[in-house]
């Protein structure tokens, strides 16, 4: 009676295999991290967006981008392992080429960064703050009275100024002991640092606004050199970003 014995051999897996793996792998987790940082940077965008109240065709298109670029970076991490690499190469393509360039191209036709400099703003802005403007409003909206608007000097247009919309077309514009009235009837201005120490009165023509700072002492506006025409005015001051230039002037 012959008894023979199998012995069952134990290879390891082929070195390719493994690597293979182990790149997928890395691939799951970049692609989990890159999804959850947009989510964030989405989250933060809209947040800025509708605390400036910029919520135009255009801002939403820039949030529309930054979701589905998180939303692709998910769909990569759950489907990797079963799709084909050109599916995913593709997909990387859009959300590395395609949606930065359509990303940068809406945020710099609809947005700019802007450093204030002077003291004419305080305490609103500070010297050296950097504010975020609105470069669409006026061509969809009508200004409003408190609005923070950049626009060009009536006096030297190569130079741009930030001031607030006081007074509208057809207003009647009076400043008596610091306290101003528009159309006889006096306004709240809490953002105002200081009163105004001079007193006038200006009626406000046609197709022009009349801006003051608001450090009114401290401030060379409209009670000094006119009116600004409408078609000066060019931008909007949507919301104050950072303090510190610093920081923003490493970016």
């Not at 605390?51 to 759950?78: D, E, K, Q």
């Not at 700019?112 to 006026?138: C, H, P, Q, W």
């Not at 200081?194 to 401290?218: C, H, I, M, Q, S």
Request: aromatic share 12%; proline share 4%.
């Amino acid at each position: 009676m012959t008894i023979s014995s199998s012995t069952t051999d134990i290879q390891n897996p082929p070195k390719s295999s493994w690597f293979s793996g182990c790149a997928i792998t890395a691939l799951v987790v970049l692609f989990a991290i890159l999804g959850i940082y947009n989510l964030v940077y989405g989250s933060i965008i809209t947040y800025v967006f509708s605390s400036a109240r910029m919520l135009s065709p255009t801002s939403i298109a820039i949030v529309s981008i930054i979701v589905f670029n998180c939303l692709i970076y998910f769909f990569l991490v759950l489907r990797i392992k079963r799709q084909h690499w050109l599916i995913s190469l593709a997909l990387l393509a859009v959300v590395w080429l395609v949606f930065p360039a359509l990303l940068n191209l809406l945020i710099n036709t609809s947005t700019a960064r802007v450093r204030f400099e002077g003291n004419s703003m305080e305490t609103t802005l500070s010297d050296g703050n950097y504010i975020l403007v609105d470069k669409l409003t006026y061509q969809q909206n009508d200004l409003q009275r408190g609005d923070i608007v950049i626009f060009r000097f009536p006096l030297d247009t190569k130079q741009e100024l930030l001031k607030r919309v006081i007074g509208l077309p057809g207003d009647v514009v009076s400043i008596n002991e610091g306290q101003v009235s528009i159309n006889g009837a006096s306004i709240n201005e809490p953002y105002v640092s200081e009163k105004a120490t001079y007193t006038g009165e200006w009626t406000v023509p046609k197709g022009e606004y009349f801006v003051l700072g608001d450090n009114r002492p401290n401030s060379s506006d409209s009670h000094a050199w006119g009116f600004v025409p409408h078609e000066n005015i060019n931008r909007k001051s949507s919301l104050d970003i950072f303090s510190s230039s610093q920081f923003w002037g490493n970016c």
